[in-house]
């Protein structure tokens, strides 16, 4: 998977918002009117069918796309890349940054200690 610019982002979460298939350009860009042309969208599609992120099938004169990788999984692509880049592989370092100074919830304690069991295989231990 390879990182995508921020344009080619906001043109994946139109097609994830509309179900991640069979979305028709012309849903697209109008989807997209006020950020974008649609020759804009076109191109950004193509560049994104290049990288193997959609694929698209032609329909009467319509173009079809649909979303090969869901956005779970680009998230989370996205969250293990700023947790190697930014903080050295560190899950600590990156939760500390959030908190650093502030206190921590309780149900936020509780959800982060829940997760860590689960993680570890120790749930139900506490």
């Given amino acids: ?32 009117k006020k950020e974008r042309k649609a020759q804009t969208v076109l191109t950004l599609l193509a560049r994104l069918e290049g990288k193997g992120v959609v694929s698209s099938e032609k329909v009467g004169k319509e173009r079809i796309w649909t979303a090969l990788i869901s956005e779970e999984e680009y998230l989370s692509f996205e969250a293990k890349n700023i947790v190697k880049k930014m903080y050295h592989g560190s899950l600590h370092g990156l939760v500390n940054a959030f908190y650093d100074g502030e206190k921590l919830s309780e149900d936020d304690a509780s959800a982060l200690m829940a997760w860590i069991d689960q993680k570890t295989g120790k749930e139900g231990n506490r």
């Fill in 1 to 32: 998977m390879v990182r995508l610019p921020d344009a080619e982002f906001e043109i994946m979460q139109a097609i994830w918002a509309c179900g991640g298939k069979s979305v028709p350009t012309l849903t697209l860009s109008e989807k997209l």
